[in-house]
């Protein structure tokens, strides 16, 4: 037993050593050899995180393997009938089994990574990156290289998302490169921004069973407001069938039953339904003049109808008297900006909270009707200063700090947006934890949960930073968000 136990303890300290290695044929040809059933759970883990390294080698490989089928550049065809790589993206689609378009996304993505990001295949080549990192990298820089980008931009905004790479996920490294790009290139980013745009439109599409799908392409800011508009319009619903239902369990009179069944024909449920329906048209109907947004709603009806429904949520937001509060606050669009651009003295990116960069002369816009909340920051890196706070409760000056500093759940990965999240004590109070800034920061209720009884450990430092620890021992470091990147 002893025996078996300390062969164990050697696997594992090997593969730990593998991890650390850069990926090729012989880390490949170690890890076959080692079946991950004779290691412990910790070293199972490793040898997972080890084997997707590998991937990222292999993955190179194929990439060259694609472009060698497809070409350097695309094919063009002098024919009505043909169009850009189409006889290459086929060959490649039946070969691997994919739809024509996945093919083509994958002859994109080989093109870019093998001839414009260098840094990128290296890097993936040896595992510092994932196939997914590198992918996301290639497609979020591919309209920049087409717009013809210099070449040292293009080098430091690989380099960014390569480093950032490091601690976060494939969804955040997208963000970084846009945030990126946003910075570097400001130019591209505003002309991309004007273009993307004019495609603004509203789609409808039939679904089986009685159903349907609507789906909008808008601008990020008009994106917001109808989302917003939409919680708060479901969360006032939902208020109001809660305290209807409540009403109709309390009263159990049977003739009281019998004539809510008369009158309404199929009982309590659609009781509630039409009473919360007639309440909400009776509020849209006194406020709603369908004259306000536009003259020529039918003319374009794409442009228009996104137009319609952004105007739609905007009103319900301005007209509605409920205000449903988190941390203290009402939900709104919030924006963050530097003084110098507001007042168009430079062309700095703004950040949408829960979204990213967005073109300098959108984000003034916006910020024209704006209520303002100041927030000091560190010039060099960016980060939020800190401020000391004493109770055990944050006060309302805390939370609001703590929202603009995390924004998102601070568990690895997570994207889930920090005001519906939990405040949490990295030390808990009753340990001796102070209600700090250092001490604070915002979890979803599913990370706050797993680190109060699932065995994960947390260290807050100062700067908005946080170490996690598995239950395994894992460690995982989480950065401090400068206010101009997104979370």
Known sequence: MQIESEATRKLGERISEILHLPAGLD????????????????GRVDYLAALEKQSGWFNVWLQHAIVVVAGNEPSRVDSMYSGVDDSERE???TALRLSGSTAQSR?????????????????????????????????????????????????????????????????????????CIAMFAPEQFEAAAVEEKSARKVSYFPSPNGMATIVAFLPAPDAQTIMLAIDRLANKTNGIAKEKLRAFRKNSDSSFNSERRAKNGTGAGNQISTEIQRGIDTKTSE????????????????????????????????????????????????????LPTLLGLAENPGQLSGYGPIPASVARELAADGKWRKFITDPTTGNLLDFGRESYLPPQALRDFLLAR??????????????????????PWEEGGETSPKNLGLLCKRHHQLKTHGGWKLESFEDGSCEWTSPLGKKRFVPARPMDEVA
């Open 287 to 338: 406020n709603f003049n369908l004259r306000d947004f536009s003259e020529d709603l039918m003319d374009p009806m794409d442009a228009h109808r996104a137009d319609a429904i952004t105007a739609i949520a905007a009103l319900f937001l301005e007209t509605s008297d409920d205000q449903i509060m988190n941390h203290g606050r009402p939900v709104t669009v919030n924006l963050t900006i530097d």
């Open 91 to 93: 060959e490649i689609a």
């Open 27 to 42: 880390c490949v040809n170690e890890l076959w050899k080692i079946s991950p059933e004779n290691l412990d759970y910790a």
């Open 107 to 179: 002859i994109d993505v080989a093109r870019t990574l093998m001839q414009h990001l260098p840094g990128a295949t290296a890097a993936l080549a040896i595992g510092d990156i994932s196939p997914a990192h590198a992918n996301v990298i290639a497609r979020e820089s591919a309209q920049l290289i087409r717009q013809g980008v210099a070449p040292e931009v293009l080098k430091l905004i690989e380099t960014e998302a390569i480093a950032h790479a490091e601690f976060h996920t494939p969804a955040q490294v997208a963000n970084k490169v846009r945030s």
């Open 406 to 427: 995390d924004r998102t759940c601070r568990f690895p990965g997570c994207r889930r947006s920090g005001i519906k999240g939990e405040i949490d004590h990295a030390i």
